[in-house]
Every structure is written in C-alpha cells, then in structure tokens.
C-alpha cells in the first residue's frame, strides 16, 4: 500500500475486517516481538532445565500480549490507521491497554529475576544490573502513582488536542514512535497496579484499585468528547482519502466509541485480576499463620489464657 510524502494512504480501498488483517509487517516491531519472544522461550526452558517450573498460563499470557501488539502493527490495520481515526484508535487502545495487561500478566521480569545467572562474588551481571534499576531512584519516579497516572492522561489529552499529534502522524516514523509510546506507556501504567512483577512502588490492593479509578473518568470523558465534536479535532483526519469513504466526523464519531469502550473493558479485567489477586494473598497470610501456630503450640493463646486465669484466681 502506497503512501505519499505525508503518510496519507492515497490508493486505500474501503476499511473491511479483512483487509485490515492482512499481513502487512512493520520491521521494528516484528522483530521486536519475536526478540522478546525468544527470549521469555529461553528464561522458561533454562528453568524448566534445572527442574524449576513456571505457570503455563503465563507463558500464554505473554505470548498473546505479543499476539496482539503483532495484530495492530504488521497488518492492514497499521496502515488504515494512517488515514482513519478509528482504526488509529484500535491500534492504540490495543497496544496502551491489552497488550501490556497479557505482557505483564505473563510476569517478566520475575522470569528474568528467575533465569539470568548470578555473578560471581563481587561481580555485576545481567541480573545484578537489572536488580539494581528495580531499586533505583529512576524506577521508582516512573512507578509512582503521581508519574503513572499524570503520563497516562497526558498521553491523550496532550497527544490528540495539541499539534503534536499531527506531527508526529506526518510519517512512518512519528507514527511508529507513537505507538513505541503507547505500549510504554500501557506497561508503565500498569505494572504496579498489576502487582506481579517485582517493582519500587507496592501499594495495598484496595490502594491499587483507587490508582486504576483515578483514570476512568478522563479516558471516558476523552471518548465522548470525540464522539460529541461536530466538526474533525485533528487535522490528520480531517480529510480521508475519497476511495474510503469515509466521512471524517462519522470516523471521528467511531473512535470515540472506541476510545470509551476501552475505558472500561480492561477496567473490569484489571480489576477482577486484583480481586482473584487478594483472595489468594489472604489464603496465604492465613495458612502462614496457622503454620505459624502449629509450630509453637498456640503459644500465644495458651499465655493469654493464663493471663485470664491469673487475674481469675487474684478475685
């Protein structure tokens, strides 16, 4: 599919499901995904190597997050989402809140933790230097609360309502960085809310519920605001190209939908995640403390009770 100087798709034929999943490989992010692929192979086969296991679920996790940053960037799709505004906005709620929930569900980094080898006494390998980052100062700015909410809004309201978004949609490569963005962004955002990976920032569950409700009123409002406008917000697809179409504020209309949809569906699976998450985290403070109790013959509770009786028998 031919682009001219702008970016702008001049020889589309209408968007279809079909055409929008033909092949269509972008090289960055394809060999992107399969580096990673093989890598995340890797850290599983050299546990599984020295007897250790690892969740099959999130081997599969990973590999449908990879799936899917694959799905809107190396198809048709990539390339309707230079002239439409709702395919560009699948392609970004795809990649800033689906995909990073299944990579980080696939826990990554706790692999890594798991499988790089340790260095020697006073050394300072792959596993020591990502050891270090985790603790870092930087690591923690960025797993803030206050950076990972004050990032996400800003990623839409000023991307899409600011010139920047024009400009960087003026090429293959500002679009491409775009998207390089989202996902960051999406595995920023999520990572401490998520828990799985070991991180600076630990909040309570109850804590990390409040930071992904933080956010759902501004991607909801951002959705309606596009789905409400009555004449195009951005430049970029002001104009789509004749042989789509498209009329650019019906256009603009769907991705607003699509932009408020996706306010809440990974909302709720998010949250369900946290919810299974703390049942299980009690299940195991419990246990720990009955294991706890068994091994001193509820001491603490015999004492009590003596207490009681002393004071019983001063009576």
Not at 17 to 36: H, K, M, N, Q, T
Not at 74 to 103: E, K, R, W
Not at 110 to 119: D, E, K, V
Not at 258 to 279: C, D, G, R
């Amino acid at each position: 599919m031919d682009h001219d100087g702008h970016g702008v798709g001049t020889d589309l034929p209408p968007f279809t499901l079909e055409r929008a999943l033909e092949i269509s490989p972008d090289p960055v992010f394809l060999i992107g995904s399969l580096v990673a692929l093989a890598l995340y192979a890797w850290g599983v086969l050299r546990l599984r190597g020295r007897g250790d296991a690892w969740p099959i679920g999130r081997t599969l996790a990973f590999t449908l997050g990879l799936l899917t940053v694959v799905a809107v960037t190396c198809t048709g799709l990539n390339d309707y989402g230079m002239v439409l505004f709702s395919a560009h906005m699948t392609q970004h709620m795809v990649i800033s809140m689906v995909s990073p929930l299944l990579l980080l569900l696939g826990a990554p980094i706790t692999l890594a933790l798991r499988a790089l080898p340790t260095a020697g006494r006073g050394g300072r390998g792959p596993r020591e230097l990502l050891v270090a980052v985790l603790h870092s100062r930087w690591a923690r700015v960025i797993s803030s609360p206050l950076f990972t909410i004050t990032l996400f809004i800003a990623s839409l309201y000023g991307l899409y309502f600011t010139p920047l978004f024009d400009f960087l949609m003026g090429s293959r490569i500002g679009h491409l960085a775009m998207m390089l963005h989202f996902l960051a962004v999406g595995l920023v955002f999520f990572w401490p809310i998520m828990g799985i990976d070991p991180g600076p920032h630990r909040a309570g569950h109850l804590m990390r519920m409040l930071e992904l409700f933080a956010t759902m009123p501004f991607h909801a409002f951002f959705g309606i605001a596009l789905m409400m406008a009555t004449e195009p917000m951005v430049d970029t697809f002001a104009s789509p190209p004749a042989s789509l179409g498209v009329h650019a504020v019906e256009d603009q209309e769907a991705a607003g939908g699509m932009a408020w949809a996706f306010s809440e569906i990974p909302t709720v699976v998010v949250l369900l995640a946290l919810v299974v998450q703390w049942y299980f985290s009690e299940q195991r403070n419990a246990r720990r403390i009955d294991r706890a109790a068994d091994r001193t013959g509820d001491r603490d509770l015999a004492d009590y009770n003596a207490y009681l009786a002393s004071l019983h028998s001063r009576h």
